[in-house]
Nanobody, 121 residues
Framework: QVQLVESGGGLVQPGGSLRLSCAAS????????MGWYRQTPGKERELVAG???????NYVDSVKGRFTISRDNAKNTVYLQMNSLKSEDTAVYYC???????????????WGQGTQVTVSS
């Protein structure tokens, strides 16, 4: 059973930093693109940052220069380093990944359970 498990959320003051991690576990053949999304009540989930297997990245404009996405392919893990956090970054953050399980010929998108990030003084 393939699953994504996130960690690293919490409460931080404006201007502070947090690092989110998301580890994929289970019988995995390959992982393609990975990404971080966020969602606040009443709004659609939005892509925050994405990274290809080769390391190419993209960011939503509101986080450029403050957030950095990275991945460790050997550990099947994606990270989101968040600096200079603002109150508007408060949301539930979800990771996702395109995964080909070792037991299947079908690639699917998997989601983590979400981790709360609250930026408040």
């Amino acid at each position: 059973q393939v699953q994504l498990v996130e960690s690293g959320g919490g409460l931080v003051q404006p201007g502070g930093s947090l690092r989110l991690s998301c580890a994929a576990s289970g019988s995995i053949f390959t992982i393609d693109a990975m990404g971080w999304y966020r969602q606040t009540p009443g709004k659609e989930r939005e892509l925050v940052a994405g990274i290809t297997r080769g390391g190419s990245t993209n960011y939503v404009d509101s986080v450029k220069g403050r957030f950095t996405i990275s991945r460790d392919n050997a550990k099947n893990t994606v990270y989101l380093q968040m600096n200079s956090l603002k109150s508007e970054d408060t949301a539930v953050y979800y990771c996702n990944a395109g995964i080909l399980p070792a037991s299947s010929l079908r690639r699917s998108v998997y989601w983590g359970q979400g981790t709360q990030v609250t930026v408040s003084s």
